[in-house]
C-alpha cells in the first residue's frame, strides 16, 4: 500500500467528522484528536516493532509485553476506581494470564518465541484480558454494593468473607468471560477477526490463516478465565476487614 | 425469672463464656445442685461510630438485661441499624466497646461470636434453593450435617411438608418465617431482628411476633427488634429504647416508656411529632 492511497484512505475519517456535526453530536474534536493519536500511536509502535524484529532479543520482547501489560493494567483499573490496589491486582491478572498462555503456546508448539510470534500474540492476550478483567471488577463492585445486606446476611449465619462473597465472586467471573464465550460462537460468521484478515490480506493461504485464527479463539477463551478469576479473587478481598466485615466502599 | 438467673451468673462468672445454652452444666457442690443458665447481658459502654466521618452513634452507654425483649424505636437515621450490626460484628466501634456477659465481644471469635448472635433482617434474603438447604446453611458452615430441618421448621410454625419446597414458591410472611428458623438452626442465645415484620401483612406479623415472643419465653433468648412501629413496640417489648440523631434518648421498661416518658424528645416521639433524620 502507497503513503498516497493512505492519505486517500485518511478522507473516511471526514465521513465521520460530518455526521457529527450534521447531527450536532458534538464529538468532533475527539474524532480528530483520535485519528491523530491512532496515527502517532501506530506509527511509533510500527517503528519499535521494526527494530525490535531486526533485533531479535528476547529482553527487547519481554519489556515490549511488560509495557503492554502495564499500559492495559492501567487502562482496565479505571474500571475498578475507588478500590484499593486494584492496578496492582489487574495488571498481575493480565501479566499471569499473559504468562500462563503464551508459555503453553510455545510448549505445544504453536508458536515459536520469536518478537515476531510473541508480541502480536500478547496483543490480542493482553487486549482480552484488559477488557475481561475490568468488566469483572467492575461488576464485582457493583454487586457487592447492590447486595451488601444479601452479603452481610450470610455473614451473620457464620459464613467467612469469601462463602458470603460466593454468588458476587461467580456473577464477576462470568461478566469478564461471557463477551469472549460470544464472540467465539460467532467467529467466521459474523465477523472475520482482525488477526486472520490481516493475514489473508498479506497473502497467506485462508486455511493456514484459519489453523491461526482457531488458536487464537482458543488461547483467548483460557486467557479471559484466567484474568477473571485472578483479578476477582484478589479483588473481594479488599472490601472485606479480617473480621469478616463488610468495608464501606466510597464512591 | 431473669434476676435469678442474674445472680446464678454473677456466681458462676467464671464459667467458660462458650458453653452452650440448654447444655445446662450441672455442678454437684456437696448436697447442692446448681443449674447455669446463660443471660446474655449486653452491655454498650461508651459506644460512638462514624462513618466517612459522619457520627452515627455517639458515646452510648447501655445495659441489655438478658432473657428480654428490648425494643428499639426512633426516627430513621438515627442509628438503630448500626446499633445493632455493633453487636455481632457486622462492624466495630470507632470507640467504646460492647460485652457479653463481661467479655468484650471483640475477644470472642468472630465466626463464633456471629453463630451465637443470630440476626435477621428486614428482608428474608434466602437464597436460591429449597427451605431445607437454607435451614441447612449456618450448621452446615460449621461441618454439621443431617440437622433436625422439621425441628426449626416447627419452631418458626411451619410444617415438615416446607422442606422441599423451592424458596421462591413461600409468600412473604413464609419466607420470613423461614429466615427465622435458618438463623434458630444455628441455636442462638440472642436474636438481632433489624425490622423483619415492616415488609408484612398485619396477619403475617402477628405470627412472627408470637413466634419470637414464644422463643423468648421457651428458650430464655435476648432478643433485640428494631422497630418503626409504637404500637409493635407496645405489645412485644419488655424493654424500649429510643435513639434520636445517634444518641440514647431514653431506656426504660415498655410500659414506663410509653407511660411515663421521662424525656422531653421521648415524649415528642411517642406523639409522633419527631423529625426524620435526613440523611
Known sequence: MSVLSLTLASSLVLISIFVSYYQKLGIEKEIVIGTIRAVVQLTIVGYILHYIFAANSALFTLAMVTLMIVVAGNNASKRGKGIPNVFYFITFSIALSAAITISLLILFGNIHFRPQEVIPVSGMIVGNSMVASGLAVSRLKDEIKNKSEEIEAYLSLGATSRQAAQKVIKTAIKTGMIPTVYSMKTLGIVQLPGMMTGLILGGVDPIDAVKYQIMVAFMLASTVAISCFSVTFLTYREFFTSNHQLKEVGN | ?279
Open chain 2, 1 to 279: 425469672m431473669s434476676n435469678k438467673y442474674q445472680s446464678w451468673k454473677e456466681i458462676f462468672s467464671f464459667v467458660d463464656f462458650r458453653t452452650k445454652k440448654g447444655y445446662n452444666l450441672n455442678i454437684n457442690v456437696t448436697v447442692v445442685t446448681i443449674e447455669v443458665i446463660y443471660v446474655n447481658e449486653i452491655e454498650f459502654k461508651e459506644v460512638s461510630y462514624s462513618s466517612f466521618g459522619k457520627e452515627i452513634l455517639k458515646n452510648i452507654s447501655v445495659k441489655f438485661e438478658g432473657g428480654a425483649i428490648h425494643t428499639i424505636v426512633g426516627p430513621s437515621g438515627a442509628g438503630k441499624s448500626t446499633l445493632i450490626k455493633l453487636i455481632n460484628r457486622l462492624i466495630d466501634p470507632t470507640h467504646g466497646s460492647i460485652l457479653i456477659d463481661g467479655v468484650d465481644v471483640k475477644t470472642i471469635d468472630v465466626i463464633d461470636l456471629r453463630r451465637r448472635i443470630g440476626m435477621v433482617f428486614q428482608q428474608p434474603h434466602l437464597f436460591e434453593g429449597t427451605v431445607k438447604e437454607n435451614i441447612e446453611y449456618g450448621p452446615m458452615l460449621k461441618g454439621e450435617k443431617n440437622i433436625n430441618v422439621e425441628y426449626y421448621l416447627s419452631i418458626a410454625g411451619l410444617n415438615s411438608e416446607y422442606a422441599t419446597r423451592d424458596v421462591k414458591s413461600l409468600s412473604g410472611g413464609e419466607q420470613q418465617r423461614v429466615s427465622i428458623a435458618r438463623t434458630l438452626a444455628n441455636n442462638p442465645e440472642t436474636l438481632l431482628l433489624d425490622e423483619p415484620t415492616s415488609a408484612l401483612d398485619p396477619t403475617s406479623t402477628e405470627i412472627v411476633e408470637k413466634l419470637i415472643f414464644n422463643l423468648k419465653e421457651k428458650m430464655n433468648l435476648t432478643i433485640i427488634w428494631i422497630t418503626h412501629n409504637m404500637e409493635q413496640a407496645k405489645r412485644i417489648g419488655d424493654y424500649t429504647v429510643l435513639l434520636n440523631k445517634g444518641q440514647l434518648i431514653e431506656y426504660a421498661k415498655t410500659y414506663d416508656f410509653f407511660t411515663n416518658p421521662q424525656n422531653e424528645i421521648t415524649k415528642l416521639f411517642i406523639q409522633g411529632k419527631l423529625k426524620e433524620e435526613v440523611k
